[in-house]
């Protein structure tokens, strides 16, 4: 069974800071990956995703991901965090071939100073 | 853009009550979804369907059922509310995964 460790609760950082979101999964075969982010009160929106080819992938807001085969890891980063930034992010991971279901890691909330 | 339009954003229920959360999607997506979200434990799926009056089973389909009679609608049913089922429920829906997945609003309900 396909599973999604996000080993951080909660981050802390300054605006303008660099961001470093973790994120390892355990799957058999080739994953999809994917990052969303859930603002307060609000559903999830899709950050980027990765499915094959190029193992950093970028995605809205300013981020990206990269996909570390050797690591199990799909760590999410931002060079310059902005306080709208603050919110939760999970990251997920789906079935190649047939991923009508995601599996999602239990969430960072990130916490931005001002 | 996709849309995912739940019914309620909020709802309180009295135990034992019958309740029907409703989600419409705009995009003829063929998957359909609804998870429950509590705090640490993440997301966790109740039931998906992949087509008209077809459904499965999640990780935690104990206390819920689900309808789908028409392609964009997808209801979540709790038959006899309880106060452990107090919790933000997600519906979302995809095409297949190639395009990711598309969440609703959330319905936050409380039973009491």
């Known amino acids: 069974a396909q599973s999604v460790t996000q080993p951080d609760i909660h981050i802390t950082v300054s605006e303008g800071a660099s961001l470093e979101l973790r994120c390892n999964y355990s799957?058999?075969?080739?994953?999809?990956l994917f990052w969303y982010v859930q603002s307060p009160g609000q559903g999830l929106q899709l950050l980027l995703k990765y499915f094959s080819g190029d193992t950093l992938v970028q995605g809205i807001k300013g981020f990206e991901a990269e996909f570390k085969r050797s690591q199990s890891s799909f760590n999410l980063r931002k060079p310059s965090v902005h306080w709208s930034d603050a919110a939760e992010y999970f990251c997920?991971?789906?079935?190649?071939?047939?991923?009508?279901?995601?599996?999602f890691g239990s969430g960072t909330q990130l916490t931005v100073l001002p | 853009d996709v849309k995912v339009t739940q019914s309620s954003r909020y709802l309180v229920k009295r135990t034992g009550e019958k309740v029907f959360l409703e989600c419409v999607q705009d995009?003829?997506?063929?998957?359909m979804f609804w998870y429950r979200q509590d705090p640490g434990l993440g997301l966790r799926l109740i039931y998906f369907?992949?087509?008209?009056?077809?459904?499965e089973k999640g990780d935690i389909p104990e206390g819920y059922s689900v309808s789908r009679e028409k392609k964009e609608r997808f209801s979540l049913i709790l038959e006899s509310a309880s106060t452990n089922q107090t919790s933000m429920y997600l519906c979302?829906?995809?095409?297949?995964?190639?395009?990711?997945?598309?969440f609703g609003q959330g319905t936050r309900l409380t039973v009491v």
């Open positions: 979302a829906s995809s095409f297949s995964s190639l395009g990711g997945t598309f």
């Open positions: 995009m003829d997506h063929e998957n």
């Open positions: 369907s992949y087509d008209v009056k077809m459904k």
């Open positions: 799957y058999g075969a080739t994953p999809y």
């Open positions: 997920a991971v789906g079935a190649a071939g047939s991923a009508r279901q995601l599996t």
